[in-house]
Antibody, heavy 121, light 107 residues
Framework: QITLKESGPTLVKPTQTLTLTCTFS??????????VGWIRQPPGKALEWLAL???????RYSPSLKSRFIITKDTSKNQVVLTMTNMDPVDTATYYC?????????????WGQGTLVTVSS | DIQMTQSPSSLSASVGDRVTITCRAS??????LNWYQQKPGKAPKLLIY???SLQSGVPSRFSGSGSGTDFTLTISSLQPEDFATYYC?????????FGQGTKVEIK
C-alpha cells in the first residue's frame, strides 16, 4: 500500500522561502520508472501541477514557476522535498504530493492528504 | 503547454441521472488522459486512466472514452457519493496539466 504525507510550515511571510517535505512508504524512488510529483490547489480553485522528480533524478518543473522551484529526493529517507523561493500571497494553496505510475501511461494513483500553506505578513 | 478545457464548469443533477463531462485538449494527446474525483477537503482520487481504463476499486458506473483531443467521463447512474468535483489531466507531455474542474451538485 502506497502512502504519502506532506509536511511543512502552515504560514510563511511574503518573500520567504517555503520548504515542503513529502514522506512516503510502499514504494522506492530508486525503482526504475517511479516518480513523485507536487500539485497545488488555491482555495476554491483548480489543481495546478508544479514539479516531478523521477527515480533517475530527472527533474521537471512547471515553466511558469520553474525559476522559483527546486525539487530534490532523499531515497534513503523515502522523502521528496520541494523548495519554493520568494513566496507571494498568490501562492496560498493546499500542496499535495503524489505518486506517479512507474510506466507509461502515467497517472497520479496515490496522493497525500495535502497541507495548506498560507502566505501572509 | 497543453491546455485542458472542461465543460460544463458545473452541473446540477439528481440521483439516478446519467451525467457526462467533457474535456478537450488544445492538441492531440492520444489517449493520455486521466480523470480524478475530488470531494471537499480531500485529496483527488484517480478514477480513470488512459482515457478509458477504470482504476481498481472504482465503481463500474464510471466510464471514460475518447482519444486525440476530445474526451468524456460518464457516470451512468449518479449516486449520492458521486457529488464532487471532477478533473481531467493529460499525461502526454510535461508540463502535466489539469482541466479547470467540473462541480457536480445535487439538484
Amino acid at each position: 500500500q502506497i502512502t504519502l504525507k506532506e509536511s511543512g510550515p502552515t504560514l510563511v511571510k511574503p518573500t520567504q522561502t517555503l520548504t515542503l517535505t513529502c514522506t512516503f512508504s510502499g514504494f522506492s524512488l530508486s525503482t526504475n520508472g517511479v516518480g513523485v510529483g507536487w500539485i497545488r490547489q488555491p482555495p476554491g480553485k483548480a489543481l495546478e501541477w508544479l514539479a516531478l522528480i523521477y527515480w533517475n533524478d530527472d527533474k521537471r518543473y512547471s515553466p511558469s514557476l520553474k525559476s522559483r522551484f527546486i525539487i530534490t529526493k532523499d531515497t534513503s529517507k523515502n522523502q521528496v522535498v520541494l523548495t519554493m523561493t520568494n513566496m507571494d500571497p498568490v501562492d496560498t494553496a493546499t500542496y499535495y504530493c503524489a505518486h506517479e505510475s512507474s510506466i507509461s501511461p502515467r497517472y497520479f494513483d496515490s496522493w497525500g492528504q495535502g497541507t495548506l500553506v498560507t502566505v501572509s505578513s | 503547454d497543453i491546455q485542458m478545457t472542461q465543460s460544463p464548469s458545473s452541473l446540477s443533477a439528481s440521483v439516478g441521472d446519467r451525467v457526462t463531462i467533457t474535456c478537450r485538449a488544445s492538441q492531440s494527446i492520444s489517449s493520455y488522459l486521466n480523470w480524478y474525483q475530488q470531494k471537499p477537503g480531500k485529496a483527488p482520487k484517480l478514477l480513470i486512466y488512459v482515457a478509458s481504463s477504470l482504476q481498481s476499486g472504482v465503481p463500474s458506473r464510471f466510464s471514460g472514452s475518447g482519444s486525440g483531443t476530445d474526451f468524456t467521463l460518464t457516470i451512468s447512474s449518479l449516486q449520492p457519493e458521486d457529488f464532487a468535483t471532477y478533473y481531467c489531466q493529460q499525461s502526454y507531455t510535461i508540463p502535466r496539466t489539469f482541466g479547470q474542474g467540473t462541480k457536480v451538485e445535487i439538484k
